[in-house]
């Protein structure tokens, strides 16, 4: 079993960037899946970006592409989302997600474990 916890959220100005931690404790995070989702008031969680527990495979949204940017630091056992360029849209609760190896996944059913998530409110 692991345990996330998601920081780094904040208000910041359209164009302006932020770096959300997924921090895990418990078994060792190298170990997971990690997958980053967000949900905006009224609206549906949808994927935003993942990563596979066994090398670099990545993926992204397409509404993120070429702005966020997911990582890992296993000594850490931290996931990262580093988010360039934000825009309004991107206002939303952001959630890290875990999985025991798991792949690179945008489908919120393949991940068991869940944060309570970071908020991230962009102005324009």
């Known amino acids: 079993q692991v345990q996330l916890v998601e920081s780094g959220g904040g208000l910041v100005q359209a164009g302006g960037s932020l770096r959300l931690s997924c921090a895990a404790s418990g078994r060792t995070f190298s170990n997971y899946g990690v997958g980053w989702f967000r949900q905006a008031p009224g609206k549906e969680r949808e994927f935003v970006s993942a990563?596979?527990?066994?090398?670099?495979?990545?993926t992204y949204a397409d509404s993120v592409k070429g702005r966020f940017t997911i990582s890992r630091d296993n000594n850490k056992n931290t996931v990262y989302l580093q988010m360039n360029s934000l825009k309004p849209d991107d206002t939303a609760v952001y959630h890290c997600?875990?999985?025991?190896?798991?792949?690179?996944?945008?489908?919120?059913?393949?991940?068991?474990?869940w944060g309570q998530g970071t908020q991230v409110t962009v102005s324009s």
């Open positions: 990563l596979s527990f066994s090398g670099p495979a990545t």
């Open positions: 997600a875990a999985e025991w190896l798991g792949r690179a996944s945008r489908a919120r059913n393949e991940y068991t474990y």
